[in-house]
């Protein structure tokens, strides 16, 4: 299955992929309405010190360690994509307690998000990848 | 190969999961003793404080999981023995069940400790399933009037205390230990966490048990006593060991597995709640009850029973969860050199032994916790990652960046 994958050699720190993770997300027609004066809140997240940086989204794991603590069935594992269902999820947070890569958040309204992979939003592929002016981050089979 | 398992929760689900990563085919028979679908057990508390529903709790997977899996699904139905030599499993209708592999995914039972008076009062339930939950519904009623006595401050009796206070009168919680949740927190942060939910209205009489129930009223060991109307008792769970022992598997409070998940009996496994295994750091025989250890246990008795070979040797310890907007996570052993940390509500302890993260405790801010846990389940060395750093924030830059290429880089784990 396609994932992506980080290489954090040629992150800039930029942190594009925030922004258009979170305009993919808005269900906005515009990135400035979705961004104009807002703190973000991303489902890829960029960690960055001294002269390094890179971005860490959801790897969608073959052993999803999230989807087997997950108490509510809100997460899910489709065609290899680990996907969430708000609408089930109450918020307990045993996901968070167990992804190992801290890829589980909460979104500004307080529900728990992760990457979908843009799945689920109105473009298909993850948006992060097309906003990286320097492929840092990339979409594919490995 | 025909497969058999006994029970209908988070194990069993873990078990069918198994066996179909190695088996595509082989029938699947699953006996399950309550009358649903599979639910997800921790949710009844957020059922009865309206956080979720009943078709959503009832949804735990989808309706056709089963049907998918190639899973002959008896519910309704308990197992009443299991005959090792002969390899059948007798259903208390009578059915005989022949199987190749079998696991017991049975779980556990509340425990009730003997107390004077107990069998005369009328309006009480245990806190462990759907039917529970009804019940304890049933009783409270929608007047709101209804004085409510939890029995047990750990956490069944601490979530069923929140999934009910908006319907109660009142809130009562007796616990014998000096302590809330004392299998779930490190001494220091169980009043942190009582300051809290007292704010919300519980109130608690610890260090004190139940002398004596007369009609309404409980006699407390301290010399006080308290009114109710309803009683909740959530004492403790002891596992479900009777067909395990109608089997002639080695029982030790629990059914014993080992890595493998394997009992002492050929061809029977067991997962889940119901099992006591060796501690990983230990040795020493323990159960470990909570729902991502069910899952993976499970998953690691399917594949086994189907002819693969997988091996559990990471279990710890954890939780997740959270009382009136305070979230808290904690895996490992609270025990070596203490780290705190205080930033506004947020608290912080670490616990750290021979270059190891042996446990952890978030209050409040719990942001990536799962990069501490796993340290604790990975057995980390911390002389490896950058400790100052992660100690202050979970993060992968902590770790080298040869570490950082394989997590972010490498093919999915
Ligand atoms: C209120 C509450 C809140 C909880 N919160 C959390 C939480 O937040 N996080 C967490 O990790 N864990 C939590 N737990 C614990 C978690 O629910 C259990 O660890 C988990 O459900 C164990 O799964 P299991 O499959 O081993 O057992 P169970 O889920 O108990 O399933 C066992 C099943 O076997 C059936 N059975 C028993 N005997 C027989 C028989 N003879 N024949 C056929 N069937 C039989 C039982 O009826 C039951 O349906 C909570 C538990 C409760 C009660
Ligand atoms: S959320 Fe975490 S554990 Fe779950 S699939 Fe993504 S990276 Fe893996
Ligand atoms: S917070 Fe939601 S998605 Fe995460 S484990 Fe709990 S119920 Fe599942």
Known sequence: ?142 | MRYVILGGGAAAIGCIEGIRAVDASGPITLVGAEPHPFYGRPLISYLLEGKTTREKLLAYRPADYEEKRGVRALRGVRAASVDAEGRTVLLETGEVLPYDRLCLCVGSTPFVPPMEGLDAVREKTSFMTLDDADRLSAMLGDAKDKRALIVGAGLIGLKCAEGILARAASVDVVELADRILPAVLPPEASPIVQKHIEAAGVRFHLGESVKRFEPGVAHLSGGGSLPFDVLVLAVGVRPNTALAESARCRVERGVVVDDHCRTSVEDIYAAGDCTVFPDPDTGALRPLAILPNATMQGETAGRNMAGGRAVYDKAAPMNATGFWGLHMIGAGRYEGEVYRSQSGDATKLLYTKDDRLAGFLLLGDIDRAGIYTALVRERTPLSSIDFELIRETPQLMAFSATERAKKLGGAAQ
């Open chain 1, 1 to 142: 299955m396609k994932r992506v994958y980080v290489d954090e050699r040629w992150c800039l720190g930029c942190h594009l992929c925030e922004y258009y993770c979170a305009f993919a997300n808005s269900g906005k027609s515009s990135m400035i309405k979705a961004l104009k004066d807002r703190h973000i809140v991303p489902r890829i997240r960029i960690e960055e010190r001294n002269n390094i940086s890179f971005a860490v989204s959801c790897r969608h794991c073959t052993d999803p360690l999230c989807v087997k603590s997950c108490i509510s069935g809100a997460l899910s594992v489709e065609n290899g994509a680990v996907l969430i269902d708000s609408d089930k999820c109450v918020g307990c947070c045993s996901c968070i307690m167990a992804c190992p890569y801290g890829a589980l958040s909460h979104s500004e309204s307080g529900v728990i998000q992760k990457c979908e992979l843009c799945k689920k939003n109105e473009f298909g592929v993850p948006q992060c990848v097309q906003g990286c002016p320097n492929k840092a981050i990339v979409y594919e089979e490995r």
